[in-house]
């Protein structure tokens, strides 16, 4: 488990004095910033090697403002071929208050296509790797395939009418 | 289906170029206003009765600065007591490039709990729902649980060490 | 005078119930899309060719969530050789409750240099020009020699420390 | 002069491959902390006292995804009877890279009006006051009645229209 510190700004709060749920995922990114570096040691954008896939966040108690520093666990809970799984936690006073995660895959731009983990960053992940951490993310493999089918029937109506 | 379009912002894309992760889902946020006017119709934040329990984002294709517009479609996936499903899909050139949505609970502030969703309001909800949306949220209803026990044992482990 | 409209989105406010100070300068961002249109009319990634060099706001009065529509008015109050202004104002219910703008630099990243506004580009900036646009920026000519010394001093403060 | 250290996020790049500009005021912001806490100990939304009347910023250098670490510098600048100016600079391998700072008001909201600062409140705002402070803020003191006189005569002009 990686623990990082993040610092509430006012502007992360809402109108019901809670944080905003998409400033979460922001703080969940910057707690990814070590492991982002694993890939792109010098975190150059011309050689930039990771695409996000999905995103799911889980909001159990409010965050606030006042509360000045809220601690960021962070776990890999699953190493495939080319993707895995990095999963966040939000704990503030011996409590997850928001739990999410994301879907990462290891991605060649220039030849659009997903590439294999090589073995040494292979390593690194399996060294956070914990499958006992609070929060397992639910893919949808499917998707992909099924709103093609729905994209070309939404055309082929639109253009009937 | 609400349809409803979104102008990307410079600040909305990222070093690769691309539209932010998390720029999508606060476009999402915007198509949700005539929702949250159902519930709130003056958007007073003293009566606000929703909350937002769960995220869920999958990227499929990418969106551009230079996609000057888009068009964001939005149905309703499920539509339970006091909680529904919110589905959204970022629509480009006749494909889904993003698809998404929230879980959100009707809610009483005052008295911390949820709260049966009102007649009127149900109906404009069924209105909008549609069992053939291209997307479906996957909640993960043991998850409030099981981060309480796991919470409680990290407490102990810090405790002891 | 351009005008364009914006609606308020949920995470913009903050728990003042207003809406955030810097959810503004993002509006007026949006608001410069066509400005930039003239200058990268592909909105070009490769061929950009503006810097932004000051921003400054003024908040006069408050903007909520529940204002559901904002109108941006943009004008053009300067035209130099290379650089120019943007001005904006928010104006809500025949009031503008924010103005500010942007000097932005016509800009060659190539060879890291300002660069002419092109005559075509600058008509177009000229009928857009309003001598009595509610804003002018206050540039701070001197600012980047002045910083540079005093970076120099706070250094060897540094080391002589 | 007080010292803070923030850590760029992927989602603060923008196209250009740079932090983009409004991901600046909102470090500064997270930089405020301690300012604001010395006005609202505990930080509640209920006796909140303090308003943001202007912003301004000067974009001196770059700043990217890659500087992983970006030192925020904060000195007040002025202290007026109800008003102080907050100054920050991000300071990155011996430049400042960025410089700006806010007006803010010390703020009755109940009776909507300006209010002293308190004794104690202005020694800390004097401890940490710095005439030779790398930036200074330009208020337009006028522009509150001029953009009143120009807003009615746009409401009269449409009238017309």
Not at 105 to 111: I, P
Not at 127 to 133: G, I, L
């Amino acid at each position: 488990m990686l623990k990082y510190k993040v610092y509430p700004r006012f502007g992360d709060s809402d109108l019901l004095g809670h944080v905003h749920h998409l400033s979460i995922p922001s703080w969940f990114e910057e707690a990814r910033n070590p492991i982002f570096q694993w890939f792109n040691p010098k975190y150059d954008p011309d050689t930039w090697n990771l695409i996000l896939a999905r995103l799911e966040m889980d909001y159990i108690g409010q965050i606030h403002y006042a509360d000045q520093e809220v601690e960021i666990h962070t776990w890999i809970t699953h190493i495939g071929n080319s993707s895995f799984h990095i999963v966040h936690g939000a704990y503030l006073r011996g409590e997850y208050v928001a739990l999410g995660g994301v879907v990462i895959v290891h991605y060649d731009f220039k030849n659009k296509r997903a590439v294999k983990i090589p073995e040494k960053i292979r390593a690194l992940l399996e060294e956070h790797y914990d499958q006992n951490a609070p929060y397992r993310l639910t893919p949808q493999p499917e998707l992909h395939e099924k709103t093609k089918i729905l994209a070309k029937r939404i055309m082929a109506e639109e253009k009937n009418s």
